[in-house]
């Protein structure tokens, strides 16, 4: 499995997301993915499956160690002592004593980010987090958070499919040397009666989704597709068999615009 390097940390490049996914189909979709070969699950605390996620795991008799597992911290809990208190919560709900990477689930302009990252830095110092990062970050808080921060930050995790273009946020990233991570990389299967996507994948015998996540990784992203269908899993991460043509990536580019962003909430920053 490819794997994405930033700041000491090695991500696999493809991870399984679990929003909205719950109960026992979500600890039997993680420990499934996990036998087919995913070594690489993200959770969150507003995600509610915390408990089912480690049970996934445990479940599918793999060493902890060896699957990078990912949660996100919510915005009420950013003050840092509540940070810490409730990444320890966290861990205890997954039964694990430690994650590989723990991030700011949304910015909150509440909490003064550097009280916020200061708590990040107790997090990772505690040994309760291996590597700590972002997520929903705008260039001008990432460069306020990279600024300020006392650890090393390793990642952004953000919306990312060929729809949705992020060229400001992937620069501001690649200048600081952050991973970027995306979530719904398959456009919530919108990508999948999509004429270009459709060319092109069967120009290389490969589904539209698997386009996708290739055009994401071979341009050095991560990328954590959800699915509850455990077929998809397969799908979803044979990637590494084929490679886009230069012209096949400028196409997928060309797809992308600000207005294909899917997920936005009244408490959204004010995007790039
Ligand atoms: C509010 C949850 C967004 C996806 O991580």
């Known amino acids: 499995m490819q794997t994405i390097q930033a700041h000491g940390a090695v991500i696999p490049a493809i991870g399984l997301g679990t929003w909205e996914l719950s109960g026992r189909s979500c600890s039997r979709i993680v420990e499934q993915a996990i036998r087919l070969g995913y070594r690489h699950i993200d959770t969150a605390q507003v995600y509610e499956n915390e408990r089912e996620v480690g049970e996934g ?8 160690d060896e699957v990078f597992i990912t949660t996100k911290i919510w915005t009420t809990h950013f003050a840092p002592l509540d940070l810490i208190r409730s990444v320890r919560e966290s861990l205890a709900r997954l039964r694990m004593d430690h994650v590989d990477l723990v991030l700011l689930h949304w910015p909150n302009p509440h909490v003064a980010l550097h009280e916020t990252l200061r708590g990040l830095g107790r997090v990772r110092e505690a040994g309760l987090a291996r590597h700590v990062g972002l997520s929903n970050f705008t260039v001008a808080l990432i460069e306020q958070a990279m600024a300020m921060t006392p650890v090393p930050l390793v990642c952004n995790q953000i919306e990312y499919h060929p729809f949705l273009s992020q060229d400001k946020v992937l620069a501001a990233c690649r200048h600081f040397g952050l991973a970027v991570m995306a979530y719904s990389p398959i456009a919530r299967g919108r990508i999948k009666n999509d004429a270009t996507l459709g060319r ?6 490969k589904t539209p989704a698997q386009v996708c996540l290739r055009w994401l990784v071979q341009q050095g992203a991560a990328a954590i597709p959800r699915t509850s269908r455990i ?3 397969s799908e979803n991460i044979a990637i590494e068999d084929f490679a886009l043509s230069d012209a096949d990536m400028a196409e997928i580019f060309a797809l992308g615009s600000p207005a294909g962003r899917l997920t936005n909430y009244a408490f959204s920053p004010v995007w790039d």
């Open 57 to 64: 795991v445990r479940g599918s008799g793999i060493k902890r």
């Open 200 to 205: 092109i994948a069967a120009r290389y015998g």
């Open 231 to 233: 077929e998809r899993l």
